[in-house]
């Protein structure tokens, strides 16, 4: 699907928990076992992890969050916590997402409430939520209404790779999927092993340079997970240092002459509707460039590698597979 890459810049913006600190959340202790008059040990299954409600837990923004009670209908406004609530089997708990929503395919069966930066609370009340959950580029005079009107809203900010998984966990907890959530971020953590030891054979001298270009003239430096995307392939990113989402002068890039180029698919200009790979493959001058000579320059599915849910493992590994192809398979 076509992007324009000025809607593009601030959904990358807005998928940057750091702030997973404490949970409130009290642990169930398992329930002491009995004597029995058999003579032969049975084995019994572990208690599974259950949230304690009320539940205070605290979100990105520093502020405390209470649930009175499992939540039973959540809105999503962010497509990586709609990712992240389907993955952990709360199909039936999700009654509306952003427009922008569209994995799983369910995803784009549910009620739309809006953009995300600037979702309709007629919307969104109109699904009766008992939980909104939304990235830290939501307009806070929307989470304030919400709040104002007994909504708990819990907004997120993953910007590491860590955030992530501590998301992931900190949603388990939320929802009561603690478990699930475990499971998840087991087999995010299994992804990056297989890449890692994939790479770490790459001496320091020889790691790739790698330009991340997601919207025209912008990419991206450290303190975001699509930097450290790179460099857990074994890359090096020609903008490291920098910081954050920012636009990058051609002459820096021609300088650093980059031996892999990774762009968006699908990214159009919203002026000229030319597609990102045309804007890149036409630029003067770089056709001397190391990436273009050589043909190392790879489109990456945007919302594998842009939204921080349960599939940005599987982002990495496209990654790394566009930079070292005889190494991760």
């Known amino acids: 699907m076509k992007r324009a890459w000025k809607l593009l810049i601030p959904l990358l913006l807005a998928a940057s928990l750091v702030g997973c600190g404490g949970n409130g959340n009290t642990q169930t202790a398992p329930a002491p076992q009995t004597e029995t008059p058999q003579t032969a040990p049975q084995e019994t299954a572990a208690p599974a992890k259950q949230s304690v409600y009320p539940l205070t837990v605290t979100d990105a923004t520093g502020k405390e969050v209470t649930l009175a009670k499992e939540p039973q209908r959540i809105v999503s406004t962010s497509p990586a916590e709609t990712e992240i609530l389907f993955a952990l089997g709360l199909n039936d708990r999700i009654v509306g997402v952003s427009d922008f929503d569209d994995y799983p395919a ?84 299994q992804d990056i092993a297989r890449v890692q030891e994939a790479v770490k054979g790459v001496k320091p001298e020889d790691k790739k340079r790698v330009y991340l270009e997601f919207a025209p003239g912008w990419t991206v430096g450290k303190g975001e997970f699509l930097d450290e995307l790179v460099t857990l392939a074994g890359g090096t990113n020609i903008a490291a240092d920098t910081e954050g989402w920012h636009p990058i002068s051609e002459e820096k890039i021609l300088k650093s002459d980059p031996d892999v180029i990774l762009y968006a698919k699908g990214v159009t200009d919203d002026k000229t509707g030319v597609k990102l790979e045309d804007i890149i493959a036409k630029r003067n001058g770089w056709d001397t460039m190391k990436a273009i000579r050589e043909s190392q320059v790879f489109g990456m599915e945007q919302n594998l590698l842009a939204r921080p849910g349960p599939r940005i493992t599987q982002g990495l590994i496209e990654v790394a597979k566009a930079i070292y192809p005889d190494l991760v398979i």
Not at 121 to 142: C, F, N, Y
Not at 145 to 172: E, W
Request: proline share 7%.
């Open 106 to 189: 369910e995803a784009s069966t549910k009620p739309k409430v809006g953009g995300v930066v600037n979702p309709s609370e007629e919307a969104i009340l109109a699904q009766t939520p008992d939980l909104v959950i939304g990235g830290i580029s939501m307009e806070k005079p929307v989470s304030d209404k919400l709040k104002s009107l007994g909504v708990p809203v819990f907004v997120t900010h993953p910007q590491k790779m860590d955030d992530i998984l501590n998301n992931i966990l900190m949603m388990g907890v939320i929802t009561n999927r603690q478990e699930q959530a475990e499971k998840v971020v087991a087999a995010m953590k």
